[in-house]
């Protein structure tokens, strides 16, 4: 089918591409060429048909050549940009000056000129020559062959954004209905850090982030997201509208600062787009609206959640409840009296970026495989069972299909131990030294050989509840030890140890329950890239649920999860499980418990 699709006509394709570039059910498409050509199932399947979209699909979709991943380009197609039009204009939207910041290709530009008659100017900004060009001729092109009758006063800006003084835009603007519109770079300050590319504002810390947080990647954020605040700074007294196309994460860092940023804009709401479809990227993303008159902000910090094939329909609000940044206003108001402080501290399991040297399997013979495929006789006393987030698919895990070497006990102890207590580990360690020197992160600098993280006495611990934190899935999984010895956990889970199974057993019950997971859906973001972290975790107020639980409600939620677990709990041993810990301080020492529900005191 490919190579009869490469002799078919251009104006052929464009015709498919109007008829049928926008169906995704090959029957429909049939039913379509059926009306064209009398042709009878055209496609044979859905396979034929998808074919023939790859091919019906524009260039300008795809991002172009390497060279421009700095510039995050993802040009919006026509077909997106008139349809955004339509729907802003739906939206009762009519702006007389528009103003976009990257124009790229025109997109938008040329949308704005095809369906609105009121715009007096348009002004555009786009570093990219070729493409400034290309939007040139294709206004001139829509003018010349078009019957438009509006002729607004076009200024276009071969510029980067980053250095462009806005001063004279803004003045001009003031007076005016600004439309701030266009779809910003698509790239993170990080990719640019590794591409070695300037591409960002001269003052990149726009958000005044600490060097933790720049490490623990609390930094990395979009340059999407600069764009977006340079424009909310550039037209503060501005009235009219911005509508962004970006990713979901990016609306939700804008709304989550929206309380200290003071950006003085109101009606917020993102309308999910097919990302897949329209940029072939595995993202997702949203139109962002908001109205910039500062009359008319929203003290309330929240954003409307919707799509945009069905734009009336409101799916949920996130954003600002009492202090707390919540992914479900409504699902959280019936749950917030969970919110509070989880009594335990949440841990992330093990870090070592060098799976291939301490990751192992076992092989029949009980000797160890690592992942490059090398078979290695070494000393189990530092191998231990290792879970990763793909294994927590059960309530309780009892298969084990990978080991980790586990060099230490504590971040920072000394491992020269290993030479003469295990002299074969320290042999294939040693062997292998050059993949530890490799290791990039700067956790690792001047630390002992073969260093670990995530690691402490806690990891030691024999009973676990844990969740991975980059799955969507929200249940707990109970780990119990295998052989006698506890198992680990990888850095994409989050665990709690216990020493006694009654109380684990407990925990994991409360954790899955209703309350619980109500309200891990109130405040967890599902596409987010981690949607469970410490954070969220540490919000859990695991004793106030269970005040509220009664033993027959417990034993119910453990019946559910595996029954075979009822046999480690009875009505005393939660009456002392609940009694037990009130000011109990966490066996670490570094939080106290806040388990407190016996005496009536809320958290
Ligand atoms: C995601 S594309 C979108 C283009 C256009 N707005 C659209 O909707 O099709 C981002 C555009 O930003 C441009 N760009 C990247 N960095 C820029 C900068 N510093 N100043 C101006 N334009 C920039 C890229 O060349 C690219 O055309």
Known sequence: MQSAIKNIQHATLDLLTDRIGRITDYREANKILYGLSGINSFFRHQEDFSTMLEFLKPSYVVCEGSDRREYGDYQTPPELSDSIWLHLKAEGISPDVIIEPTFGKGSFIISSLKYFQEIRKIYGIEIHEPYYWQTKFAILELFIHGSLINKPDIYLYHDNIFKFDFKEITASSEDGDILILGNPPWVTN???????????????????????????????????????????????????????????????????????????????????????????AAVEASLFKCSLDGNDKDISCRCKVSSFISPQSIKNTFGWVNGKFVSDTVLYEHNKKYDGVSPFIWRQGIKHDCSNVMELEMLPNSKYRNGFGQETDIEDELIYGLIKSSDLNSPVITQLRKYVIVTQRMIGESTTYIEYKFPKLHQYLTENKHHFDQRKSSIYKNKPLFSIFGVGEYS??????????????????????????????????????????????????????????????????????RPYTKDVLMRLDINQVACDMTYEEIAAQIESLDKAMLVNVNENKWITFREQFTNVKDKEGDQPSLFACQKGVGV
């Open 460 to 529: 030691f611990k024999p009973y676990k509840v844990a969740i991975s934190g980059l799955y969507k899935r929200s249940t707990f999984s109970l780990i119990l030890p295998v052989n006698g010895k506890p198992l680990m956990l990888d850095d994409t889970c989050y665990h709690l140890g216990f020493d006694n199974i009654t109380e684990t057993v407990f925990v994991w019950a409360i954790l899955n329950s209703v309350h619980v997971q109500e309200l891990l859906a109130a405040i967890t973001f599902l596409d987010a890239k």
């Open 190 to 280: 990080s990719e640019l850090g590794s591409l070695n590319s300037g591409n960002l504002p001269e003052k990149s810390n726009l958000k005044s982030l600490n060097g933790l947080d720049a490490i623990t990647g609390k930094g990395n954020f979009d340059i999407c997201e600069y764009v977006i605040l340079m424009m909310l700074k550039s037209f503060p007294k501005c009235k009219g509208h911005l509508a962004m196309l970006t990713k979901n994460s990016v609306i939700r860092n804008l709304i989550y600062d929206l309380p200290s940023m003071k950006y003085g804009i109101g009606s917020m709401t993102a309308f999910k787009i097919d990302a897949k479809k329209y940029f072939n």
